[in-house]
């Protein structure tokens, strides 16, 4: 391997985009992939070891979320870069993650380029977020933050958001447990909590406003 080269981890749990993800590194002459995990057990015992220059993060994954993975790699190493690259909407997710120790963030259906710039961004010590969450960031005074905590979305746990997103995919209870390695018991609580800081009435009004964020994305 070259000298210059940069180590990339690629944690996702879905094959063919942690594939696709792999290849595109690959393909550039200053990256190199040297290792991939679809949980974050698995890169938690594994990312120690391999010590790579930047870790790529899914912000769904089974067991502990990437939210959760980030805050402990940012904990372990405070040099490593951690990069999300997510399904998720940036416009609710993005903040969480800067303020969990990531130092970036780009949705999936972004060009493979875009991608690769986000890499670059990040190894060369930069932010990477759109200009609009980064403008957002910048002029919010310390007030409104607090403000916008009284939103109902920003009432939500980190795990309640993720729980919340599988929920507006049309998930059960029993497939969220089984997805985030929880018992159904606990996914239940995290949904009546959830129901209780939205302020909705029943279950089925919950799933309502889950099927309907998932297609809408944040308010």
């Not at 963030?105 to 060009?111: A, G, R, T």
């Not at 993720?162 to 606990?186: D, F, P, W, Y």
């Not at 909590?193 to 406003?209: D, E, F, G, T």
Request: overall charge neutral; charged content about 25%; aromatic content about 4%.
């Amino acid at each position: 391997m070259p000298a210059l080269q940069k180590k990339v981890f690629i944690v996702e749990d879905h094959p063919v985009f942690r594939e696709g993800l792999a290849q595109l590194v690959k393909a550039e002459q200053d990256l190199t992939v040297c290792g991939q995990a679809g949980d974050a057990a698995q890169a938690l015992r594994t990312i120690g070891r391999l010590k790579p220059d930047l870790v790529l993060v899914d912000i769904t994954l089974p067991g502990k979320s990437g939210l959760e993975l980030i805050k402990e790699l940012r904990s372990q190493n405070s040099q490593i870069k951690l990069l999300v690259v997510s399904m998720h909407d940036e416009a609710l997710y993005a903040d969480r993650v800067l303020r969990a120790g990531g130092d970036g963030y780009i949705m999936k259906q972004e060009d493979p380029e875009e991608i690769i710039q986000a890499i670059g961004d990040v190894l060369g010590g930069h932010t990477y977020v759109s200009e609009q969450v980064m403008a957002g960031r910048s002029t919010l005074s310390q007030e409104r933050r607090s403000k916008a905590k009284t939103r109902p979305l920003e009432r939500l746990t980190d795990s309640e958001i993720e729980i919340l997103a599988l929920l507006g995919q049309g998930k059960s209870n029993l497939e969220i447990a089984r997805q985030l390695h929880l018992s159904v018991a606990t996914v239940s609580t995290h949904c009546t909590q959830i129901q209780k800081k939205l302020n909705l009435k029943c279950l089925n009004a919950l799933i309502r406003y889950a099927v309907c964020w998932a297609e809408t994305g944040p308010a």
